[in-house]
């Protein structure tokens, strides 16, 4: 008798196991189709979408115009700029160095999507002799200020307004069956509620990409229009790290709402639960970040910092370092005046002064940088508790609009400046004085110095994981919460 | 109004504040945007704080130039020969109006705080409270901006200005959510009614007692806080910018006690009104003014700026192939200066160098000129359009009675330049003066500097910025005040036109 139970129960778990999954896909499906029917009827839905769509094609419009219209003169800027170097006509090769050029940071398509810090950055430095120069030209300097908490572009639709929308067409997505008493006519239907859970989830993800669609458009629009012109060496792995990201973001909204909804007593308490959450994630806690971030770790003021670098060049060259190198090179030239060596002092001496600059500025600079990373660093670690401070770190390091490609920026620039003067300190070295007179430099030397073409360098996979991790991980938890308010919900349901 | 009604009105109010009061969700939402609000005020602080002192540290760095230049003129004048001044070169000389004039001068324009200034951030974390002057150029004074991690300036700050006009509205709605709806959801209007309670009183006095207790619990918390961190100084003028902040507030406060009272009148559920007031605040708050920019964005776009540094880079060529036939001109313009013995096309570069500066400016007029056209045309058409946004205009005003605003800081530049002006003007006399003196009699000292030529000790009689009066003023509060007003009474109004 035993055996025939037992018998009887595997074949009835067999026959659970094989029915399960079609039933689970039928619910999920029955779900999704209803869930989808729902929202197109509600006229307060079709208003979130609308409106959303709206802001997504205006932010991914001007967003589009801005960043095209950028390419397009820092592409001409960066020509013009090389032919005005290469022909500079005849000239001391000092004078040159003084003339400089101008370099501007190229920007990509992807900027579209998140525009980071580009607007609060300077966008060009003149790389001249003996100094590092400042960026300048920073766009917010020319806001009017009204809107600089919420300025409309597409980051802050798709990481504020897309989950805040959703939140408005969502919070009710199980509060209302409960208040409405339809909890127990869903688990009469037999229908698994996780499975009914996970196709109002996928429909309000769907609902969140929808409101994403402008800029993906507008991204796919600036990518073809510029696709030789962009600054990448991973382009392919940034794109995909890009609409990876946000879709992940918009994923763990869906899954969080249905949460909470699933969870909260009431409508109304859903939606207020709903509402903290959102104004704490992506309103508050990635401002508090950055403020803590600046108390963590301070930054000098504008003034201190040049007061101190201005200080630092202007001490007396170190005589007695000055006549031991004098003294070398004399004597690697067997001679004792420096009039009577075969190479030019004037270039040696140019040299020995960038060195000793390139010295101050590599302190200098270098403190500031390494405290802009110390606040970076501090700021990614908010990541763990906010989910919008996590996007916001992929999708502007994918751009190449954060903090850390800008510095790399700085340090390349200032690396073509330093090649530049060493060029022209060394034709200035390699040809003394001829009866008294300079050696003037022409064409040929200014084409030694190649274009400043820079290309952000590819992320390691390394660096992908520490910015996924935080998002991967509150996905996880989310997930976890999502299965567990199903499993409530299913008991609830059941009693 | 009359008494009987005003009595009911105060009747109801108190009864459901009551209520109100019991729930522990009620004062946790206060409490949090109280908290929240004491962070931003002392973020405010903090930051005006930081600014004035690194203002009074660049002071500090302008006088002790000033004294050592004195100094190192004296100890020059007294002992040209000495061996510290032995490898001193001209450009780097504070005793040579060549060096003092373009390198060792230090000066910096600083930009008054106001006493309300920690009560709002505005732009003053991007536009710099103080900058660099000098002679040359305004190219110093223009770029110096304040080190902060862009990050921080991108994400928008949290101060007082931000708690008010973005959380606030939503903690307000929050707490005006139910009133007149619950009853309505429970079907007790009617009886209300039977009792006398009008739909005017039942809205007014519902959402007013609510509204007001959270204003007047959250104002007093900002008066106790800014007092006790010394955020606004304890005087006249602090009280000043207090009364003028509490009355942009209760402006502010008045247009969503409006809103809330639309709400309350028309939303047959409790869901229904909180949806409605989340929807009202999100197209208040960020719709309509981002569309706002976006459409100054696109009818008045910039002119490119990397087209502005091609422009300065093209100027600059001319004059470098034009720079015979410019000390002609300028001579010709300046007979009083015009050399005795050295032709114009052989004058120091240094001596021509306040000369170039003008002529930059020249050529670059034409193309400044474009930025100002388009800075005027954006200001007057975001001047019009702000009408359309309460929270635009809440947070101007906001930012505009903290002195924290774009015009005052243009204001401010203004002033900067007219002193970079006078300041040219003076270094130029001085410096053609020393010229033709050192022309008359030459300079035999190593450093080309002698006490009859561009030998320079007037370091104590340059201009210096005395500041300008406006900047010192208390700002008067916009009068866009009022559309807040008039919309909040328009709102009252059509909130009260009973419904059947």
């Known amino acids: ?495 | 109004m009359n008494a009987g009604t005003l009595h009911s009105t105060l009747v109801i109010a108190r009864y459901d504040l009551q209520g109100l009061l019991r729930e522990r969700g009620t004062w946790v939402l206060l409490l949090s945007l109280i908290g929240v609000a004491w962070f931003a005020i002392w973020q405010g602080d903090q930051h005006q704080r930081t600014q004035v002192a690194a203002a009074a540290t660049a002071k500090v760095q302008a006088d002790t130039a000033t004294q050592n230049a004195v100094a190192v003129a004296q100890a020059f004048f007294a002992d040209p020969d000495a061996p510290k001044f032995r490898d001193l070169r001209a450009f780097r000389n504070p005793a040579d109006i060549r060096g003092y004039a373009f390198r060792e001068r230090v000066e910096f324009a600083i930009k008054p705080s106001l006493a309300g200034g920690a009560l709002a951030i505005g732009q003053s974390d991007v536009l710099p409270s103080y900058v660099r002057v000098q002679a040359e150029s305004m190219d110093s004074a223009k770029n110096g901006n304040e080190i902060e991690h862009p990050l921080r300036l991108a994400a928008g700050r949290l101060d007082l200005s931000f708690v008010v006009v973005y959380l606030w509205p939503l903690v307000l709605l929050s707490f005006t959510a139910s009133a007149v709806v619950a009853e309505r959801e429970d079907r007790r209007v009617l009886t209300l009614r039977l009792q006398g309670v009008t739909h005017g009183v039942h809205v007014v006095g519902q959402v007013a007692g609510r509204g007001l207790f959270a204003a007047c619990t959250f104002a007093v918390s900002v008066i106790a806080c800014t007092s006790l961190m010394g955020a606004v100084p304890g005087n006249a003028l602090g009280a000043v910018a207090l009364g003028q902040w509490l009355l942009v507030f209760a402006a502010y406060t008045a247009f969503w006690l409006g809103i809330a009272m639309l709400i309350a009148s028309r939303a047959s559920q409790r869901g229904s009104a909180l949806f409605a007031g989340f929807g009202v605040w999100l197209a208040t708050v960020i719709v309509v003014p981002a569309l706002l920019t976006a459409a100054v964005d696109t009818v008045v776009p910039w002119p490119s700026r990397e087209g502005y540094q091609l422009a300065v880079r093209d100027a600059v060529d001319r004059i470098n192939a034009d720079r015979v036939a410019m000390a002609e001109r300028f001579y010709d313009q300046h007979p009083e200066w015009r050399p005795k013995i050295t032709a114009p096309a052989k004058v120091s570069p240094a001596v021509l160098r306040l000369t170039r500066a003008i002529e930059l400016e020249r050529g670059m007029a034409s193309v400044e000129a474009q930025f100002d056209a388009a800075r005027e045309q954006r200001r007057a058409l975001h001047a019009r359009l702000r009408l359309a946004s309460p929270a635009t205009i809440a947070h101007e005003a906001f930012t505009v009675i903290a002195g924290n605003d774009a015009a005052r800081h243009a204001q401010f530049m203004a002033s900067v330049r007219g002193h970079q002006l006078a300041l040219r003007a003076y270094f130029q006399t001085r410096l053609q003066q020393s010229a033709l003196a050192d022309e008359q009699s030459p300079c035999k000292h190593v450093t080309g500097t002698c006490a009859s030529g561009f030998g320079f000790t007037g370091h104590l009689s340059v201009p210096r910025y005395a500041g300008h009066a406006a900047l010192q003023e208390v700002p008067a509060i916009p009068p866009t005040l009022f559309v807040l007003v008039l919309l909040a009474a328009l709102s009252v109004f059509v909130a009260l036109i009973r419904r059947k």
């Open chain 1, 1 to 495: 008798v035993n055996s025939k139970v037992t018998t009887s129960t595997h074949s009835h778990r067999r026959l659970d196991a094989a029915t399960a999954k079609p039933l689970w896909l039928t619910a999920f499906v029955a779900a999704l189709t209803a869930e989808a029917f729902r929202y197109w009827r509600d006229s307060r839905a079709r208003w979130v979408l609308a409106l959303g769509m709206v802001l997504g094609v205006v932010s991914a419009w001007t967003t589009t115009i801005e960043v095209q219209h950028t390419m397009r003169e820092r592409a001409v800027a960066m020509q013009a700029e090389h032919s005005r170097w290469l022909q500079q006509g005849k000239k001391y090769a000092h004078s040159a160095a003084h003339y400089g050029v101008y370099v501007w940071k190229p920007v990509s398509a992807l900027s579209v999507i998140h525009p980071g810090i580009e607007r609060y950055v300077g966008s060009t430095v003149w790389l001249e002799a003996h100094k590092q120069n400042e960026f300048i030209h920073r766009p917010a300097n020319d806001a009017e200020g009204a809107t600089r908490q919420m300025p409309l572009s597409t980051a802050l639709l798709l990481h504020v307004l897309a989950p805040l929308a959703m939140v408005l067409l969502g919070f009710e997505v199980f509060a209302a069956d409960r208040e409405k008493g339809r909890l127990r006519a869903l688990r009469m239907s037999g229908a698994p509620m996780a499975a009914i859970g996970a196709g109002r989830v996928v429909v309000l993800w769907l609902l969140g990409l929808l409101l994403a669609l402008p800029a993906v458009i507008a991204l796919v629009i600036v990518a073809l229009a510029t696709s030789d012109a962009q600054p990448f060496e991973d382009a392919a792995m940034r794109s995909s790290a890009m609409l990876i990201v946000n879709a992940v973001y918009l994923a763990l909204w869906a899954l969080v709402i249905t949460t909470v909804s699933a969870i909260a007593k009431t409508g109304r308490m859903s939606l207020a639960l709903l509402m903290a959450l959102w104004l704490l994630w992506c309103v508050i806690l990635p401002r508090t970040a950055v403020e803590l971030a600046d108390e963590s770790q301070p930054l000098p003021s504008a003034q201190v910092f040049r007061e101190k670098l201005a200080n630092a060049l202007g001490e007396p060259h170190d005589p007695v370092e000055e006549a031991r190198v004098k003294a070398a090179i004399l004597a690697q030239y067997g001679v004792s005046d420096v009039k009577d060596m075969p190479v030019n002092w004037a270039g040696i001496n140019l040299q020995r002064g960038e060195d000793r600059g390139d010295k101050v500025f590599d302190a200098h600079y270098g403190a500031l940088f390494a405290a802009f990373t110390a606040q970076s660093q501090f700021i990614a670690r908010a990541a763990w508790l906010s989910p919008t401070v996590a996007v916001a770190g992929v999708a502007s390091a994918a751009a190449a609009s954060d903090m850390e490609h800008h510095i790399h920026f700085t340090q390349a620039a200032e690396a073509h400046r330093r090649m530049i003067q060493r060029k022209m300190n060394d034709y200035i070295t390699a040809n003394p004085e001829r009866n008294g007179q300079r050696v003037d430099a022409d064409a040929a030397l200014w084409r030694a110095i190649p274009r400043f073409d820079y290309r952000f360098a590819a992320l390691p996979a390394a660096k992908w994981w520490a910015l996924f991790l935080p998002l991967l991980a509150s996905m996880a938890v989310a997930g976890a919460s999502f299965v567990w308010a199903m499993r409530h919900l299913q008991r609830e349901s059941a009693a």
